[in-house]
């Protein structure tokens, strides 16, 4: 594919990250500091929310799994996931992790079970999205091009 | 009788260049052990002096003539968020120093009573920006020591936070906190936090809480304020409709209450909350587990 081409497709793609909500404008924010001098900023803040997440996933699956929960540890863990969401912009993640909390406040173990489930499936869905914009990125670099600036 | 003359007037001719060769040689003698009481005194001869002021000079940071480098310390106990800060404080020229706790950063600092001052690495800290929510010791905490110490108490604290609760705002304001910054931060919050506290040559523009806490101080008090009250007072925010934030800068997307609450109302005269700072409901409110 050409230049050109790739570069549309990264637009629509990026756009309609964000009409679906999956993005919001923190991860504009994001894009704008990238610069000369850190080219991979991004890249390297998504990543690590990627490995703070499913750190944090993991930790809310076993709290989550114990006889007697603790429900402050688990909203502890959710509060992080919605801190880092709400910092890259993972919009969809951060809305599922305020649901989340809400059911930890009440003890309501089957909405928190449910809840974990759904911020799961977000952050999977986001995680997917973000790695095929990378891959976007990449294919424009290589073929020479440079990444449009997303209004 | 014309020899006599002739060899009076020789000695008084060198009588008169003898003493101005010694009125000059006295000045001469004057001026060097001036100077060189003044190299001395600058440590031009001392090799163990030089490196010390040049350590002095070496903590401003200085980066052009005159100006100086803002050197924040951020704490924030989430990875993903300490990237984004230090990338958002560099963007704006700023020097940055990132850390995961409060310990750490009283650490930093030179506070921590465990640790001693060994760590400290002489650099000058500007502005200290904290997250509230932290295990350990929270933002507020950490504030609370800073503001405590005789030695940082000058320091400009800004607390970053996910949560917009009035009375976390208050409270942190109350404690001496410069500004609230409500979480995700942007590009837009931290530049309109250097504009206002700092010039263009990197030197804080006021010191002391920027009038916050003054203003509370002096402020009447309200005859309702003798009356505990369980609801939580209307913050003192209006208060800071006084204080000297670039509300020109506010117009583009405040994320923060504070930067919304700080457009101009410009007649405006500083209100006082109606319970009054150290009521005892107020304090009693206070629980640091709230995060």
Redesign the interface.
């Known amino acids: 594919m050409e230049v050109g081409q790739l570069q549309k497709s990264f637009v629509d793609y990026t756009a309609s990250l964000f009409r679906e909500g999956f993005l919001d404008g923190?991860f504009s924010?994001?894009q704008?500091?990238q610069?000369e001098s850190?080219p991979d900023?991004v890249v390297?803040?998504v990543s690590?929310?990627f490995e703070?997440s499913d750190k944090l996933l993991n930790d809310l699956t076993r709290a989550l799994d114990q006889q007697n929960i603790d429900f402050k540890k688990v909203d502890?863990h959710v509060?992080?996931l919605?801190?880092?969401s709400?910092?890259?912009?993972a919009q969809r993640v951060k809305n599922a992790c305020v649901a989340f909390r809400n059911f930890c406040e009440e003890q309501n173990v089957e909405a928190c079970l449910r809840c974990l489930h759904q911020v799961k499936q977000e952050y999977l869905l986001v995680k997917s999205k973000l790695e095929t914009l990378f891959t976007l990125e990449q294919q424009i670099i290589t073929a020479g091009g440079a990444i449009p600036m997303m209004e | 009788m014309s020899f006599a003359n002739s060899t009076e007037s020789n000695s008084t001719t060198l009588f008169t260049s003898a003493s101005l060769i010694l009125f000059f040689l006295t000045f001469l003698v004057a001026y060097l052990i001036w100077a060189l009481s003044n190299m001395a005194r600058n440590g031009v001869f001392s090799r163990r002096r030089r490196p010390e002021r040049m350590e002095e000079a070496g903590d401003l940071s200085v980066t052009s003539l005159g100006s100086h480098e803002v050197h924040v310390l951020a704490v924030d106990d989430s990875l993903v968020d300490r990237k984004v800060i230090e990338k958002l404080l560099k963007t704006t020229s700023c020097k940055v120093t990132a850390v995961d706790s409060g310990r750490r950063a009283l650490q930093f600092l030179g506070l921590d009573e465990e640790k001693s001052s060994v760590g400290f690495d002489g650099l000058k800290v500007d502005l200290i920006i904290t997250d509230y929510c932290m295990p350990g010791m929270t933002g507020y905490e950490l504030l609370k020591k800073i503001k405590g110490s005789s030695t940082f108490r000058e320091i400009p604290v800004v607390i970053m936070s996910s949560e917009n609760v009035l009375a976390r705002i208050d409270r942190c304001l109350e404690e001496g906190a410069e500004d609230f910054i409500v979480k995700p931060v942007k590009l837009a919050d931290v530049k309109r936090l250097k504009d206002y506290m700092f010039g263009e040559d990197g030197i804080l523009k006021q010191k002391g809480g920027f009038g916050k806490r003054k203003l509370q101080e002096t402020c009447v008090d309200d005859p309702l304020s003798s009356s505990p009250s369980p609801s939580p007072s209307p913050s003192p925010l209006s208060d800071l409709s006084s204080t000297p934030s670039p509300t020109q800068t506010s117009t583009s997307s405040p994320s923060s209450p504070i930067s919304s609450l700080l457009l101009p109302s410009a007649d405006s005269s500083p209100t006082c909350s109606p319970v009054r700072l150290d009521s005892p409901t107020r304090r009693l409110k206070m629980s640091n587990t709230d995060c």
Do not use: T
């Not at chain 1, 709400?86 to 912009?89: E, K, L, P």
């Open positions: 923190q924010q994001l704008q500091l610069d850190n900023f390297e803040v690590l929310f703070d502890a509060h992080q919605k801190g880092s709400s910092s890259i912009g």
